[in-house]
């Protein structure tokens, strides 16, 4: 079918065709078409040889596989798309410990079947050379015939290693009296990408210092050009790449330890103590450790960072934790021993820590932080970037060849992007297409509660409560009602008091952990005739990828903001980050005009959708101006 660009993409891809330097930021609303459009341009305006589309979430990567078949559809181009998934995708269950897998690839039992299904196909070959040579060549065949079956394989696909076998025509991971059956896909996806036209994965795959996957094609690439879609997630980079190292954790590993060692022979460990002598130094350090970390984080709640207030000594107890642990990295375990791969996969985190906290007291990391973080379960030492262009700034440098384009909804100001993100953007390189998407039908500000920090108790979350309350009962039957609050402790505490007297069913983020149930439930309640009320919370997973949409149009006709959600001014990392970035204030500013901004978008999302803004702050007097979104409509 042919391609019918909207006037907005025609403008946006005329001023894409103008833009004078290798690195672009593009703003269109929500429901644009800002995916098709960047998809377009990369085949028609940068005539890209290589197109790698980077975003947060495998969730997102749908919306790009369609827009692709479309363009191919159209004839606008030709060329094959790879699709990536993280490891865990691939893994058994069991194999996975904190969102990771426990071991590694060339020590897993499924690759190793992988490569043994492989080998079968280079039988009577006896040198070893010639060999690894041919199992090379029957992978690199099997992502090819994976590679042309992608197109037709929907990335959101429930359980991706077993599409992707099928495929191939091999077998399903298992497990037969303890040991692994069937194969994992991981290894052949990778090899994907080399022949690709359009690769589309996570900001990992890139941006990751860590992860060279997709660096080296960058690199060989005549033309590439990197799109980073919902740029304005490059903010949450500092925390993904964060260093951790908990005094729960090293208790933990010590435990675990001592049951190893009742299954396995420990005492051949070349200069490991004994368990019953571990077990006791470690939680030794583990206390001093909590200790130290107990004193920075003194007035400091949960969810919030302090500054460290003795480093010299938190670095000595952490290298004299090293020293005692490191040895049962060495300790031999069955392959199929997940608990045991999971104890040594978490010594071997530790040690990594360990190595990074050397590094930032030495001087060696450059923009980082050391921070303890106080957590449910305890206070614990974060070590982070304070800025997202520390994770991935020297890429910028490397890949001189390529052409990089940020993209978003909610776009953050061209300064921002400069001072925070690190791309030097030209003036006229910054663009924002106005294409007007839905209708604000009305915006009412309620400036009788305020959710500054100064003020908040019991009495701000029950006056919250009665008006949230009064606005549910006051609206519609057969909506979704968006209510929006600044965090997770703010949420909770207005939660206590809230009251829907069965006149909406509530469905609150942190509880329901699943995107497609929020979905399926909100439409059954709402062809039902029922109200839904959305608790989500600024930046959350709801307000950055929850859609409630039932015949082509958006059930989410209110959307509730209690509270400007303004990054916590107490917290010593975000402090960090906006004296760091230059801005001071406005960078608390920024963020929570994007998080505002993506809460009301989840509402509009094509042309005919409509929605009621309430705000409720008596902040909002002023702070409404800000809101470019409110601005338009």
């Given at each position: 079918?042919?391609?019918?660009?909207?006037?907005?993409?025609?403008?946006?891809?005329?001023?894409?065709?103008?833009?004078?330097?290798?690195?672009?930021?593009?703003g269109?609303?929500?429901?644009?078409?800002?995916?098709?459009?960047?998809?377009?341009?990369?085949?028609?305006?940068?005539?890209?040889?290589?197109?790698?589309?980077?975003?947060?979430?495998?969730?997102?990567?749908?919306?790009?596989?369609?827009?692709?078949?479309?363009?191919?559809?159209?004839?606008?181009?030709?060329?094959?798309?790879?699709?990536l998934?993280?490891?865990?995708?691939?893994?058994?269950?069991?194999?996975?410990?904190?969102?990771?897998?426990?071991?590694?690839?060339?020590n897993?039992?499924?690759?190793?079947?992988?490569?043994?299904?492989?080998?079968?196909?280079?039988?009577?070959?006896?040198?070893?050379?010639?060999?690894?040579?041919?199992?090379?060549?029957v992978?690199?065949?099997?992502?090819?015939?994976?590679?042309?079956?992608?197109?037709?394989?929907?990335?959101?696909?429930?359980?991706?290693?077993?599409?992707?076998l099928?495929?191939?025509?091999?077998?399903?991971?298992?497990?037969?009296?303890?040991k692994?059956?069937?194969?994992?896909?991981?290894t052949?996806?990778?090899?994907?990408?080399?022949?690709?036209?359009?690769?589309?994965?996570?900001?990992?795959?890139?941006?990751?210092?860590?992860?060279?996957?997709?660096?080296g094609?960058?690199?060989?690439?005549?033309?590439?050009?990197?799109i980073i879609?919902e740029?304005?997630?490059?903010?949450?980079l500092p925390d993904?790449?964060?260093?951790?190292?908990?005094?729960?954790r090293?208790?933990?590993?010590?435990?675990?330890?001592?049951?190893?060692?009742?299954?396995?022979?420990?005492?051949?460990?070349?200069?490991?103590?004994?368990?019953?002598?571990?077990?006791?130094?470690?939680n030794?350090?583990?206390?001093?450790?909590?200790?130290?970390?107990?004193?920075?984080?003194?007035?400091?709640?949960?969810?919030?960072?302090?500054?460290?207030?003795?480093i010299?000594n938190?670095?000595?107890?952490?290298?004299?934790?090293?020293?005692?642990?490191?040895?049962?990295?060495?300790?031999?375990v069955?392959?199929?021993?997940v608990?045991?791969?999971?104890?040594?996969?978490r010594?071997?985190?530790?040690?990594?820590?360990?190595?990074?906290?050397?590094?930032?007291?030495?001087?060696?990391?450059?923009?980082?932080?050391?921070?303890?973080?106080?957590?449910?379960?305890?206070?614990?030492?974060?070590?982070?970037?304070?800025?997202?262009?520390?994770?991935?700034?020297?890429?910028?440098?490397?890949?001189?060849?390529?052409?990089?384009?940020?993209?978003?909804?909610?776009?953050?100001?061209?300064?921002?992007?400069?001072?925070?993100?690190?791309?030097?953007?030209?003036?006229d390189?910054?663009?924002?297409?106005?294409?007007?998407?839905?209708?604000i039908?009305?915006?009412?500000?309620?400036?009788?509660?305020?959710?500054r920090?100064?003020?908040?108790?019991?009495e701000?979350?029950?006056?919250?409560?009665?008006?949230i309350a009064?606005?549910?009962?006051?609206?519609?039957?057969?909506?979704?009602?968006?209510?929006?609050?600044?965090?997770?402790?703010?949420?909770?505490?207005?939660?206590?008091?809230?009251?829907?007297?069965?006149?909406?069913?509530?469905?609150?983020?942190?509880?329901?952990?699943?995107?497609?149930?929020?979905?399926?439930?909100?439409?059954?309640?709402v062809e039902?005739?029922?109200?839904?009320?959305?608790?989500?919370?600024?930046?959350?997973?709801?307000?950055?990828?929850?859609?409630?949409?039932?015949?082509?149009?958006?059930?989410?006709?209110?959307?509730?903001?209690?509270?400007?959600?303004?990054?916590?001014?107490?917290?010593?990392?975000?402090?960090?980050?906006?004296?760091?970035?230059?801005?001071?204030?406005?960078?608390?500013?920024?963020?929570?005009?994007?998080?505002?901004?993506?809460?009301?978008?989840?509402?509009?999302?094509?042309?005919?959708?409509?929605?009621?803004?309430?705000?409720?702050?008596?902040?909002?007097?002023w702070?409404?101006?800000?809101?470019?979104?409110?601005?338009?409509?």
């Amino acid at each position: 079918m042919p391609i019918e660009l909207r006037p907005w993409q025609v403008e946006a891809l005329g001023r894409l065709s103008r833009a004078r330097g290798r690195f672009i930021a593009l703003g269109m609303p929500t429901g644009s078409g800002k995916t098709l459009t960047a998809l377009y341009a990369a085949y028609t305006v940068f005539n890209s040889d290589l197109t790698i589309y980077l975003l947060r979430t495998i969730n997102e990567e749908g919306v790009v596989w369609h827009e692709y078949n479309a363009l191919r559809g159209g004839g606008i181009t030709n060329s094959d798309i790879s699709t990536l998934h993280g490891k865990r995708h691939f893994c058994p269950r069991e194999f996975i410990d904190e969102g990771e897998p426990v071991v590694k690839c060339g020590n897993c039992p499924l690759y190793k079947n992988l490569i043994n299904d492989a080998s079968a196909h280079c039988t009577g070959i006896l040198n070893s050379d010639e060999k690894r040579e041919c199992i090379d060549e029957v992978l690199d065949g099997w992502s090819i015939k994976l590679l042309k079956s992608m197109r037709s394989i929907d990335p959101t696909t429930a359980d991706i290693n077993e599409a992707y076998l099928t495929v191939l025509g091999l077998k399903p991971p298992s497990e037969v009296n303890g040991k692994w059956a069937g194969d994992c896909s991981y290894t052949v996806m990778i090899g994907t990408v080399k022949y690709a036209g359009l690769v589309v994965g996570n900001y990992n795959y890139l941006l990751h210092p860590g992860v060279k996957v997709l660096k080296g094609i960058a690199e060989a690439a005549r033309n590439p050009l990197i799109i980073i879609d919902e740029a304005h997630n490059l903010d949450g980079l500092p925390d993904a790449y964060s260093r951790r190292i908990s005094p729960v954790r090293l208790r933990e590993m010590a435990s675990g330890i001592t049951e190893l060692c009742r299954r396995y022979n420990c005492g051949r460990i070349e200069g490991a103590v004994r368990p019953d002598t571990l077990t006791p130094l470690i939680n030794g350090i583990a206390n001093k450790l909590e200790e130290l970390y107990n004193r920075s984080a003194s007035g400091f709640k949960v969810g919030e960072n302090a500054p460290v207030v003795d480093i010299e000594n938190i670095t000595r107890l952490v290298d004299e934790a090293a020293v005692l642990l490191a040895p049962y990295l060495e300790l031999e375990v069955n392959e199929a021993d997940v608990k045991a791969l999971r104890v040594i996969n978490r010594i071997g985190r530790f040690i990594d820590s360990k190595v990074m906290l050397d590094n930032y007291v030495a001087g060696r990391l450059r923009g980082y932080g050391a921070y303890i973080h106080v957590g449910k379960k305890g206070p614990s030492m974060w070590l982070m970037p304070k800025l997202p262009k520390y994770v991935y700034g020297e890429l910028l440098n490397e890949l001189h060849n390529a052409t990089w384009l940020l993209m978003s909804g909610t776009l953050p100001s061209i300064e921002y992007i400069r001072r925070v993100y690190g791309f030097p953007i030209h003036d006229d390189d910054y663009i924002i297409i106005n294409a007007r998407i839905g209708r604000i039908n009305s915006v009412r500000i309620i400036d009788t509660a305020s959710s500054r920090y100064s003020e908040r108790g019991d009495e701000t979350f029950r006056n919250y409560a009665g008006i949230i309350a009064n606005i549910v009962g006051g609206s519609p039957t057969g909506i979704v009602l968006l209510v929006v609050y600044p965090s997770y402790e703010f949420m909770n505490s207005v939660l206590k008091y809230l009251n829907l007297n069965g006149v909406a069913v509530a469905l609150t983020e942190g509880v329901v952990k699943s995107l497609k149930a929020v979905r399926d439930e909100a439409v059954r309640i709402v062809e039902g005739g029922g109200r839904v009320v959305l608790n989500a919370v600024a930046g959350g997973r709801f307000t950055e990828g929850v859609e409630i949409r039932h015949n082509g149009e958006s059930l989410i006709k209110a959307v509730i903001i209690a509270g400007v959600p303004y990054p916590n001014f107490r917290d010593t990392a975000l402090q960090d980050r906006a004296r760091e970035s230059g801005l001071g204030e406005a960078w608390f500013e920024q963020r929570a005009v994007v998080n505002i901004m993506q809460a009301i978008g989840r509402s509009i999302r094509s042309r005919n959708d409509t929605v009621d803004i309430i705000l409720i702050d008596e902040r909002f007097r002023w702070f409404a101006r800000r809101l470019p979104l409110l601005k338009a409509n």
